[in-house]
C-alpha cells in the first residue's frame, strides 16, 4: 500500500529554522517526483516545488524560489521542506504528494498534512 | 507562471442535481489538466487526470472533459459526500499550479 507519513505539527516563532519531513513506502521512492503543497488557513493550494528523489532534480515554483529549501534522502525514502528563518505568513498546512506521469504530473498519493504555526 | 482561473468560485445545490464547474487556463495546456476534490480538514483526492481520465476508484458520476484552454468537471447527480472544494490543477509546465478553487455546498 503506497503511503507517504509526514511529521507532526510544529509552533514555532518567526525568525526560527524548520525542517518537516514526508516518508514514503510501499512504492519505488526514487521513481516518483514528490511536491509539495501550501494551504493557508481558509485558501486554496498552491505548489512550492517539486523533486525526483531519484537525482535529487528539484523545480521551485516562482513564488516560492529562495523562500524554501526542498530535499531528499532517498536511503530512508524521506522527503523535506525547511525554512531558514519562519515568518509569521508561513503559518499553514502544508502537505506533500506523489506525482505519477499520466502524460503530466498527477498527483495521486498525499501525506496527512503537516501544520505549522508561526507566532511570536 | 500558467494562471488557471474557475468559475464559480461557489455553488450551492441539492442531492441529485448535475453541477458543471468550469476551468480555464492562461494559454494552451493540450490536455494536460488535473481536477481533485478536497474535503475539510482531509488531503486532496485526484478525481481526473488528463482532462476526462477518471482515476481508479472514482464513481463514474465524476465526468471532465476539454482540451487548450477550457475545460469542465460534470458530476451528474450530486450525492452528499460530493459536497466539497474542487480545484483543477495544470500539469503542461513543470510549475504546476492549481486553480483557485470552487466550493459546492448544499442549497
Known amino acids: 500500500e503506497v503511503q507517504l507519513v509526514q511529521s507532526g505539527a510544529e509552533v514555532k516563532k518567526p525568525g526560527e529554522s524548520l525542517k518537516i519531513s514526508c516518508k514514503g513506502s510501499?512504492?519505488?521512492?526514487?521513481?516518483?517526483?514528490i511536491g509539495w503543497v501550501r494551504q493557508m488557513p481558509g485558501k486554496g493550494l498552491e505548489w512550492m516545488g517539486i523533486i525526483y528523489p531519484g537525482d535529487s532534480d528539484t523545480r521551485y515554483s516562482p513564488s516560492f524560489q529562495g523562500q524554501v529549501t526542498i530535499s531528499a534522502d532517498k536511503s530512508i525514502s524521506t522527503a523535506y521542506l525547511q525554512w531558514s528563518s519562519l515568518k509569521a505568513s508561513d503559518t499553514a498546512m502544508y502537505y506533500c504528494?506523489?506525482?505519477?506521469?499520466?502524460?503530466?504530473?498527477?498527483?495521486?498519493?498525499w501525506g496527512q498534512g503537516t501544520l505549522v504555526t508561526v507566532s511570536s | 507562471d500558467i494562471q488557471m482561473t474557475q468559475s464559480p468560485s461557489s455553488l450551492s445545490a441539492s442531492v441529485g442535481d448535475r453541477v458543471t464547474i468550469t476551468c480555464r487556463a492562461s494559454q494552451s495546456i493540450s490536455s494536460y489538466l488535473n481536477w481533485y476534490q478536497q474535503k475539510p480538514g482531509k488531503a486532496p483526492k485526484l478525481l481526473i487526470y488528463a482532462a476526462s481520465s477518471l482515476q481508479s476508484g472514482v464513481p463514474s458520476r465524476f465526468s471532465g472533459s476539454g482540451s487548450g484552454t477550457d475545460f469542465t468537471l460534470t458530476i451528474s447527480s450530486l450525492q452528499p459526500e460530493d459536497f466539497a472544494t474542487y480545484y483543477c490543477?495544470?500539469?503542461?509546465?513543470?510549475?504546476?499550479?492549481f486553480g483557485p478553487g470552487t466550493k459546492v455546498d448544499i442549497k
Open positions: 490543477q495544470q500539469s503542461y509546465s513543470t510549475s504546476l499550479t
Open positions: 504528494v506523489r506525482l505519477v506521469d499520466y502524460g503530466g504530473n498527477s498527483g495521486d498519493y
Open positions: 510501499g512504492y519505488s521512492f526514487t521513481s516518483y517526483w
